[in-house]
């Protein structure tokens, strides 16, 4: 009997003391906004005989990291501010990949990307899921990406990835001109 009014005394103390301890805050997330003059999407692609480089601007966005993680995000890609980096392909492929073969930036002058979900794998890598939409045709896409950087001096990240542009009904050239373009995204954030 007297262990089982020990225990019992024992139990409702341990309740007590759960039940007067202070709770545990959630940190709230903090948003940084995208620094639009240096976040860009570098791209190359290939066709059987020469490749191409060139990059998006990114045009504007924000970020939310909680406790130094990222947690969420959206951003718009410029893709009429695309440009043609190499000297191969200059204006002439500006003008192409400008056209409905291609982006149709006359129509459809901005891409978009939201984040659904961020799993971290490692203290500065993290599975980014999220919809792009080109050209009004939504796709989730899933990455990893390097966290960089996610502290009071601002918010820096960047992934390296396959593309499909096919998925976008971008379908010029299949044969001739690689279907899957390489990807690298720089994303920078200020409060």
Avoid: C
């Amino acid at each position: 009997m007297k262990k089982i009014k020990y225990s019992l005394s024992l139990i409702a103390a341990s309740i007590s003391l759960v039940s007067f301890a202070p709770s545990q805050k959630k940190a709230d997330a903090v948003t940084f906004t995208i620094t639009a003059q240096k976040s860009k999407v570098d791209w190359i692609g290939s066709k059987k005989s020469d490749y191409h480089t060139g990059y998006f601007p990114i045009k504007s966005g924000a970020v939310q990291v909680e406790a130094g993680k990222l947690v969420g995000g959206n951003f718009v890609i410029d893709v009429a501010g695309l440009k043609v980096t190499d000297d191969r392909g200059g204006e002439k492929l500006q003008g192409h990949l400008s056209s409905g073969d291609f982006f149709d930036i006359a129509k459809f002058g901005e891409a978009t990307f939201k984040i659904t979900s961020v799993k971290y794998t490692a203290g500065d890598k993290a599975t980014i899921t999220g919809n792009l939409k080109i050209k009004d045709i939504s796709a989730p896409i899933t990455f990893i990406a390097s966290i960089r950087n996610a502290d009071d001096k601002g918010f820096f990240a960047e992934a390296f990835l396959p593309f499909d542009r096919t998925l976008f009904g971008i379908n010029y050239g299949i044969g001739m001109v690689d279907s899957e373009v390489q990807l690298a995204i720089h994303i920078y954030g200020s409060k």
